[in-house]
């Protein structure tokens, strides 16, 4: 493809067509033309959002459903490569029996499900169950709350102190806690972080008999230097609490260009069908989405989904400094209408999803730079 790149320059606030010399500091966005790989053959389909995680300035890691195998995705302008993995086995010393999310630990990669962590030895994998470790704060069966639904990109484990930050679930009381675990003690501890009050209010459940069914409200958890991040996919509140001091700071970012918070949904009082349980998620859904945040050069930024109604969802992104001052934000669907909402940073750029992907064999994308 040889079109020409888009380039356009954004104010704050305001979008312009050319650069306008103001007082303000402009935030420069160019979007590349759509790029292809085709990855039909490796058994992958571009229908999906992959279970990911970044592997250099170039390349991104895909969990491959079909093969059970970690691919990579090369990233080019103009065309990018996959290669397929060796397969990850079930069972034996080096079984992975789920795979919910994957991250480079010590140079090799550790698995992630609901309970269990699998960390790479030198002999055999290391299966953590973490209803095993020992917690005087913690009562009851624990899981893993799910990370990053859209991305599945994870950045929860610290391989020079051989810990894990996660958000734990308490599967009976349903209550989240921000929790790290201690890989060698086999040990949990309670961080004190105050998740949240909006949170109660989006949680959509339907309980029967002894399942329950809820809508994806779980918080986005990105651990970085010695932070970590919080962000939820219902509100522009962004906590940021530091492992050294265990303080934290919330900011709630203000905006000319999107919702703040999704609508409260519907109550659920009563067991419904799930058809209708259905109905009440998908409404709450398809408000307004924010995506987590992510680090990209010397900044941090998240795209944020509009609501379904307003053209299929509008995205936009947003870009703050190291101390989470808001730089500037930009609705990047008036340059690309087909960007979607998988994405993350390759290098100084940012690789996004298109939208629409006609072929599911051809993997169609398009790359971000921050001028």
Not at 84 to 107: L, R, T, V
Request: charged letters at 25%.
């Amino acid at each position: 493809m040889k079109s020409m790149k888009l380039k356009y320059s954004f104010l704050l606030l305001f979008i312009a067509c050319s650069e306008v010399k103001t007082s303000e500091q402009a935030l420069d966005v160019s979007i590349s033309p759509k790029f292809e790989i085709q990855i039909g053959e490796s058994g992958n389909t571009s229908q999906l959002d992959y279970v990911s995680s970044i592997l250099n300035d170039s390349s991104f890691l895909i969990l491959n459903k079909f093969l059970r195998s970690i691919d990579t995705v090369r990233v080019g302008t103009g065309s990018g490569k996959i290669s397929i993995g060796n397969p990850i086995p079930f069972e034996g010393p080096n079984g992975i029996e789920i795979i919910n999310y994957f991250q480079e630990y010590k140079g090799e990669l550790a698995f992630i499900d609901n309970i269990t962590i699998y960390l790479p030895g030198s002999d055999e994998v290391k299966r953590l169950k973490i209803n095993e470790f020992k917690s005087s704060q913690l009562e009851g069966l624990l899981s893993i709350a799910s990370i990053n639904s859209k991305n599945k990109v994870v950045s929860s484990l610290d391989e020079k102190d051989n810990l894990g930050y996660f958000f734990l679930l308490d599967i009976i009381t349903r209550k989240l806690k921000l929790s790290v675990l201690d890989f060698e003690k086999k040990k949990i501890n309670l961080l004190d972080f105050q998740i949240s009050e909006k949170l109660d209010d989006h949680i959509i459940l339907n309980q029967v008999k002894r399942a329950a069914i809820t809508n994806p409200y779980y918080p986005n958890l990105f651990l970085t230097d010695d932070k970590l991040i919080v962000s939820y996919p219902f509100v522009n509140q962004i906590q940021i609490y530091s492992i050294k001091t265990g303080e934290t700071v919330s900011n709630s970012p203000k905006t000319n260009l999107y919702k703040v918070e999704k609508d409260l949904p519907e109550r659920i009082l009563t067991e419904i069908s799930f058809k209708e349980y259905q109905q009440i998620s998908a409404a709450w859904q398809d408000d307004v989405l924010f995506g987590p945040i992510m680090e990209v050069g010397s900044n941090y930024f998240r795209f944020i989904r509009g609501e379904h109604e307003v053209e299929d969802g509008l995205i936009y992104m947003e870009l703050f400094n190291k101390q989470f001052e808001k730089i500037g934000e930009v609705n990047l669907s008036t340059i690309q209408p087909d960007l979607g909402m998988y994405y993350m940073p390759i290098g100084n750029r940012i690789f996004v999803k298109a939208k629409s992907q006609a072929n599911e064999d051809i993997l169609e994308y398009y790359l971000i730079s921050l001028d």
